[in-house]
């Protein structure tokens, strides 16, 4: 006996078998992203008061680029669309114009991919630090016109430097939610001075580090859940690619079944492409 | 590997005549094998190895609480030398050790032994059988599930040897106390943990996938949804209780790993303070958030343990009474309100965390709402044996202790669901004594009937019945000299955590109880004794394979179910024509009929 309906619909169901499986999974993995939202919301309402950084542990507010990650929310959706768009060449029986859509959002993700990294980047390379007088400053370190990664207060107490120049950040070029009062600007320069450099003596510094996920719990599930969501970007694209371009046989001799596998990969693609819809307002917007 | 799987996806045969049924070798047959019987088997041997190898950690532990500070016998030399001095000086279990072998045993039993024997095993083996179906729905996915789950075992095991021990923290991990624990190495025994779970959880998911889909779609045909055997109903609540309240816990598990890696404080508040002075993070979690995650798998978990169970005792119950089940609707129902309710009942193990009394009610009700379906099917159960002429044999022995011992460990379990009541009992060993009723007793006896049930279907003979009795009653009679006492102390107020048995609590002059303590060694000694009991059933196991008496027909016991229509032991594919099915599951003693059973394929 062979495994029945793996490409025909059972006819009480009309499902085939990898449908029936698909969604099941995507019920699991709702599950899994409902986890990471549901944490975020209790551990954003369980922050505290006040403004970051001045209380370390309130809720950072508009540390993301939302240009750009509008930017790549489009990329997404673009490749949602083309890969129904390859499906729908594949029921048409046209191979090549299938290979060229899917071609389209496998660039799209691969491209996703490439500006979050340039995102991650861009946090680990900018610093938050703390001193003595208790205030706070966000800003990109500048070590001989480098600007490094990762670093620690330790990192700059072994090298032994005295000083370290940073270019601090206007404090209200952060957003703030509606009805939320600005913080003053508490530094030399004001809101005019662009990105002012300023050197900080090592010794008037408690604590520096660069925007990773230990920073605080903003970060830790921003850097979480994106980091997931790339990961499985980054499965989907494989799996697709995989589909694409080792798939000629297949087309030929069974092209039902790649039709049923597109439809399959597609679902889970549009599920990635949701997340990311409920994951960019909530990090980058709220 | 792919001989095996080829034939499901060459639909077309373009290569005419040659046909691929060749003997597949030694690593496609017996490793990566996609046949769903075999892969049942390879659960089925790997999780009774894991349930032997947590009843021997458990032995440990209680070794050390009857006689605190005293070598373990045996083992301790070799622990000592294998795990240094730090874990077992001299072979005397230090507080580490027991703690590790506590939260090892705990994760061992649940997620290596038990839900892999239930639903990886009998799941795997019995459900297309009773479906009629050639094969799970996706063979392959099928074999993966198994490597990954064997990963994780192996992860689990690897964790025991590497600096600062396995994790030790419960089988809860409960954070900041698993956060820090050995946080100065970078892989530590939790990391270990943490990594496995996130194998365990998907091999699980992959399954659920897998089972789902297998029963929705390859149902034989005529077998419609309330012609399913009961135990294949459990299969499938099973199925979506792992698929819906596992993710939950890997998300929880990636987040403590992150904690532990990168050190953020997903799990950790502000102004943690330890013995070393404040912990350097940054603060903001929330303890509450790991124990509610999850709780959100551990509570549906229960469940995932008790109803495969359930299952494989309902089909045992109607076979060797000859009368169909009582209630067959009502405990298919109840076993949908069972899986419905197991997802808004968690909080009732964080009565005492401060979450606050409104909360407290509101699970304590929905705690109380779910005892009823399990009520219901144990009730339809009980009836279900009046009247019968029932046939004692080795699997319904252990089918019918299962009512009682799951009945006490189920009705022990009010007291805990009242949150009034939680506040004195929580943390003691009732606790232990409650749910060990359900899940030894209980669950590990209803294995055991499916062991000893669907034996002659795999292999073609039968266990002996008389090293079956002796494994019964020998059982039975530990099991009970084990966990009863347990509700004792537990009601004398003596603490679960006590790595010398509430010696220094008891001995110290504070209200002592020395028979409290006594009640250590008579625990101890029973233990020992259970496990000399099993050992005729291990005999039992591989004796059988050549000198068991030999099957006289396809269908021993006289069944009605799909899975005893099959040859013995079924081949690839399992049934040599289609099934068809034409009545309900549990046609036995039909009034006129010329047999006292018509199995479901038998027309008219």
Redesign the interface.
């Given at each position: 006996?062979?495994?029945?309906?793996?490409?025909k619909p059972?006819p009480d169901?009309g499902?085939?078998?990898?449908k029936?499986?698909i969604w099941?999974?995507l019920?699991?993995?709702v599950?899994?992203?409902?986890?990471?939202f549901?944490?975020y919301i209790?551990?954003r309402v369980?922050?505290?008061d006040g403004f970051w950084p001045d209380v370390?542990?309130a809720w950072p507010h508009g540390l993301l680029n939302i240009p750009i990650g509008t930017f790549n929310t489009a990329v997404l959706i673009i490749s949602s669309v083309t890969v129904v768009m390859a499906w729908v060449a594949l029921k048409q029986g046209n191979f090549k114009k299938f290979q060229r859509f899917m071609t389209v959002t496998i660039a799209c993700a691969l491209g996703f991919l490439c500006i979050k990294s340039y995102e991650y980047n861009e946090k680990f390379t900018h610093y938050v630090i703390r001193l003595k007088d208790g205030s706070a400053v966000t800003g990109h370190l500048d070590i001989d016109g480098h600007s490094p990664r990762f670093w620690t207060l330790a990192t700059v107490t072994e090298k032994k430097m005295a000083s370290v120049k940073v270019h601090v950040d206007v404090p209200n070029q952060f957003r703030y939610p509606v009805g939320m009062k600005r913080p003053e600007a508490h530094h030399e320069g004001g809101e005019h001075a662009e990105h002012a450099a300023r050197e900080i003596k090592t010794s008037d510094i408690t604590f520096l580090q660069a925007f990773?996920?230990?920073?605080?719990?903003f970060?830790?599930?921003y850097f979480?859940m994106t980091f997931?969501h790339g990961l499985h970007v980054l499965g989907g694209a494989i799996v697709l690619a995989y589909f694409t371009y080792c798939s000629k046989k297949m087309w030929e001799?069974?092209p039902e079944r790649l039709t049923n596998r597109i439809e399959v990969g597609g679902l889970f693609w549009h599920f990635v492409d949701l997340v990311w819809i409920f994951l960019f307002p909530v990090v980058y917007l709220l | 590997m792919h001989t095996a799987t080829t034939?499901?996806?060459d639909?077309?045969h373009?290569h005419g005549g040659a046909h691929d049924h060749h003997e597949p070798g030694f690593w496609s047959k017996y490793i990566f094998s996609t046949d769903h019987k075999m892969i049942g088997i390879q659960y089925g041997i790997t999780s009774l190895v894991f349930l032997f190898f947590g009843f021997l950690l458990m032995l440990a532990m209680r070794q050390q609480l009857a006689y605190p500070g005293k070598a373990l016998p045996i083992v301790g030399q070799f622990l000592a030398k294998t795990l240094g001095d730090d874990m077992a000086k001299d072979g005397v279990m230090q507080a580490d050790l027991y703690n590790s072998f506590g939260a090892m045993h705990g994760t061992i039993m649940v997620f290596l032994a038990i839900v892999p024997l239930a639903f990886g095993a009998f799941g795997n083996y019995v459900t297309p059988l009773q479906i009629g179906?050639?094969?799970m729905?996706?063979?392959r996915?099928n074999m993966a599930s198994f490597h990954l789950y064997f990963l994780g075992g192996v992860v689990m095991l690897a964790s025991f040897f590497i600096p600062g021990g396995a994790a030790k923290s419960g089988w809860t991990s409960y954070s900041p106390l698993a956060t820090l624990a050995d946080r100065d190495h970078i892989i530590n025994g939790q990391t270990m943990w943490l990594i496995g779970m996130v194998l365990l959880i998907t091999s699980s998911?992959l399954g659920?996938?897998?089972f789902?889909?297998t029963i929705?779609?390859?149902r034989a045909k005529g077998l419609t949804w309330m012609r399913l055997p009961f135990f294949v109903w459990a299969q499938f609540v099973t199925g979506f209780l792992l698929?819906?309240?596992?993710?939950?816990l890997?998300?929880?598990g990636?987040?403590q790993l992150?904690d532990n890696v990168?050190?953020?404080?997903?799990f950790l508040p502000?102004g943690l303070v330890t013995s070393g002075g404040q912990v350097p993070?940054?603060?903001?979690?929330?303890p509450l958030?790991w124990q509610?995650?999850f709780w959100?798998l551990a509570h549906p978990e229960v469940y995932v343990l008790i109803l495969p169970a359930m299952g494989i005792v309902s089909e045992i119950i109607a076979n060797n009474t000859r009368k169909p089940l009582w209630g067959y609707k009502s405990m298919v129902y109840a076993a949908l309100g069972i899986g419905f309710l197991a997802f808004i009942v968690w909080a009732h193990h964080m009565y005492l965390t401060g979450m606050g009394t409104k909360i407290s009610t509101f699970f304590q009700t929905t705690t109380m709402m779910i005892s009823i379906p399990s009520v219901i099917i144990l009730t339809a159960l009980f009836i279900s044996l009046w009247g019968g002429s029932i046939r004692f044999n080795t699997p319904m022995l252990f089918a019918l202790a299962f009512l009682p011992m799951f009945g006490i460990g189920g009705l022990t379990g009010l007291p805990l669901g009242f949150n009034a009541s939680d506040i004195y009992l929580h943390d003691s060993y009732y606790v232990i004594g409650h749910f060990h009723y359900v899940v030894a007793p209980g669950t590990i006896f209803g294995l055991f009937a499916g062991v000893y049930f669907w034996y002659p279907k795999a292999t073609g003979r039968y266990m002996s019945e008389i090293l079956g009795k002796i494994h019964f009653a020998g059982s039975l009679l530990c099991m009970n000299l084990i966990f009863a006492p347990m509700f004792v102390q537990g009601l004398k107020g003596m603490s679960r955590r006590m790595y010398d048995g509430g010696a220094t609590y008891f001995g110290g002059g504070l209200g002592a109880d020395p028979g409290i303590l006594q009640l250590n060694k008579v625990i101890t000694h029973s233990a020992i004794l259970l496990g000399l009991f099993q050992l005729p059933f291990i005999f039992n196991f591989f004796w059988s394979l050549w000198a068991g008496k030999k099957v006289e027909s396809d269908n021993p016991w006289q069944a009605t179910t799909l899975d005893w229509q099959t040859p013995t032991p079924p081949p690839h594919?399992?049934?040599a024509s289609?099934p068809v099915v034409y009545r309900g599951p549990y046609e036995y003693s039909v009034p006129g009929a010329s047999k006292d059973f018509i199995q479901q394929g038998q027309p008219g």
């Open positions: 006996m062979e495994i029945p309906y793996t490409v059972r169901t499902l085939y078998n990898a029936v499986g099941l999974f019920a699991s993995e599950m899994l992203f409902g986890a990471f549901s944490s209790l551990l369980g922050a505290l370390p542990t990773v996920p230990a920073t605080g719990t970060f830790a599930i979480t997931l001799t069974d | 034939h499901a996806s639909h077309g373009a179906a050639p094969d729905a996706f063979p996915l998911l659920a996938v897998n789902i889909t929705i779609q390859l698929l819906l309240a596992f993710p939950p890997e998300a929880a990636v987040m992150v990168l050190k953020t404080s997903f502000t993070v940054s603060g903001g979690g929330s958030l509610h995650l959100f594919g399992n049934f289609e």
